[in-house]
């Protein structure tokens, strides 16, 4: 077996030590790297029970096995037990790290306890060692980045340092980056870092790819690298558009199911000043990740403001959710978010709350109106440094909505707030959000695109959330780009058998049916991570609204549907009618013996 660099940096923040360990070959062949090895060291290391943010809490960040010995596979999954949900999150980001942490010879880095100062870890050929970073207290991610510019850089912002629950993780970010910027955006992954008094994480690499994949078929390599940028290029390329998963906004506002005024609407007439062509016009710059031709990172100037990188979900959370259609005010909305490091989805969420509370008279003593740009980016800031109500948004969604007495209002699954599609025009996404491993999340299973295109049966839609579900964690585990299987203009299937032949190059030895087959492994650990902090049935549901007719069209999720479709997809999950998987799966996917 190759297995390039299987070493794990373990890193205690409590007594400084910093140590190596070698991987087992037992544990890679059946998680590989990336979703699979987090998952698994979570739920083998983090206790049941802890607080998130105490030092008993671990935050572990890997990168996948491919990264610098074939192109595309840049991202760097972050996993730890989240202080927004208290369950199993991972959140994989862009950028340069991956790579330059497997050009330390790492494939992952593993982070306990809690220093008495703030801290940085550097890597580099000297080795690893904890810095002072006191000075950097209270700096922005962009000013961080800045400092350790030689360096690919993992940083929180002042939201991180002031444990706000959905502080986010940034890589690379710069006023200039020479390469895509990348956000571990959900789940406050940026707060247990801040819980660690852990700043940054910066890295400098220096092994080659030849040192990597020494004994690689070179032929064989290049024949699959070949094939590869050549589908990248003539499949993927043409469906990027505009980049930053802008051109979705066009389908989501055409098919009804775009976030507007807090989901209690599927679309508005101004939604074409937000679509991918509006942004096309202003968008100075394309950046691509490190070895990645596909230039998705989208720099946009407006009447002299920039940001370096924007998405749909942003742009759908914080523009048409809270009536705010003005370019230049999402772009400053982005760039702060970006800066203080905070998620811009569950922000959107929270905002959007405020605003029907105060339009309903929900709120005497605060008030935040739909389409207020200058009230919203106060809030902004109020939040990060828990100032005002801001100490009780800075709980998340869930908890704000008790205190504020708006559990109706909140949209959220498991304490994670829901992304931008409205599940009552696509119905898959009910299911999607309610079983998702980490809570209300599109990533899992994003069934939108067959949904928009076909109309599908039930049972259709829980293969299709099943399969996406296992074929996605199984890609993270490489860790392979998003972006690119859900933008490609044919079906990924061929890409995917692509991965795997990569992978068998470097010593595994997958076919696809053993490569979906890892993913459902990991897909099954994260459940039974959640089903030991009490996870059930119960937890997989929907909020109230999507249980309510949307007064634009009449869709609905009914109860009863909904709990139809949770029926089915349980039993072919293989779990029982609580939601536990069955000793049979565990036997069928090899977790008897780690459970």
Known sequence: MIYPAQTLLRVDMSSGKIEEEELPDSI???????????????????????????????????????????????????????????????????????????????????????????????????????????????????????????????????????????????????????????????????????????????????????????????????????????????????????????????????????????????????????????????????????????????????????????????????????????RKALIKINTVLNALGMDSITMGNIAAVLMELSEKGGLREYKLQWGDVEGYVKLVYDVAYRRGIGEILAEGLASASKTLKAEEYALHVKGLEIPAYDPRGVVGMALAYATADRGGDHLRAWTVAAEVSSKLTMEELVNLTKYLQDRNAALWTLVACDNIPGNSVKPPDEMIRTYIKMLNTIGFNYDMEEFLKTGERIYNLSRLFNVREGVSRKDDSLPPRFHQRREDTGWVVTREDFEKMLDAYYVRRGWDSNGVPLKETLDKLGLTSIV
């Open 28 to 326: 890679v062949e059946k998680f590989i790297g990336g979703k699979g090895l987090a998952t698994y060291y979570l739920y083998k290391e983090v206790k049941p029970g802890i607080n998130s943010l105490s030092p008993e809490n671990k935050l572990f960040i890997f990168s996948g096995p491919l990264a610098f010995i074939y192109p595309t596979f840049t991202r760097t999954v972050v996993a730890s037990k989240s202080p927004l949900t208290g369950l199993y999150c991972d959140s994989n980001a862009g950028g340069s790290f991956a790579i330059e942490l497997r050009r330390a010879g790492y494939i992952g880095i593993a982070v306990e306890g809690k220093s008495d100062g703030m801290k940085c870890l550097e890597i580099t050929r000297e080795g690893g060692r904890l810095m002072d970073c006191e000075h950097l207290r209270g700096k922005t991610t962009y000013e961080v980045g800045e400092y350790f510019r030689d360096y690919s850089v993992l940083t929180i912002g002042p939201a991180g340092e002031n444990l706000v629950r959905f502080a986010n993780i940034q890589i690379d970010l710069r006023e200039s980056p020479k390469t895509r910027p990348g956000v571990a955006g959900r789940g406050g992954l940026g707060a247990v870092m801040g819980s660690k008094n852990l700043k940054a994480v910066v890295v400098k690499g220096w092994l080659r790819a030849d040192d990597l994949a020494g004994g690689v078929d070179k032929e064989l390599q290049k024949e699959l690298t070949n094939k590869y940028l050549k589908m990248l290029m003539e499949d993927v390329a043409p469906g990027i558009g505009v980049g930053g998963n802008l051109p979705v906004l066009r389908v989501t506002a055409e098919s009804k199911i775009l976030p507007v005024k807090n989901f209690q609407l599927g679309s508005h007439e101004k939604w074409p000043e937000l679509a991918d062509d509006a942004w096309g016009r202003i968008t100075v710059k394309r950046i691509a990740c490190p070895t990645c031709p596909l230039k998705c990172g989208t720099t946009v100037v407006e009447n002299s403001s920039t940001t370096e990188r924007i998405e749909y979900e942003t742009v759908a959370m914080n523009g048409s959710n809270l009536l705010i259609f003005d």
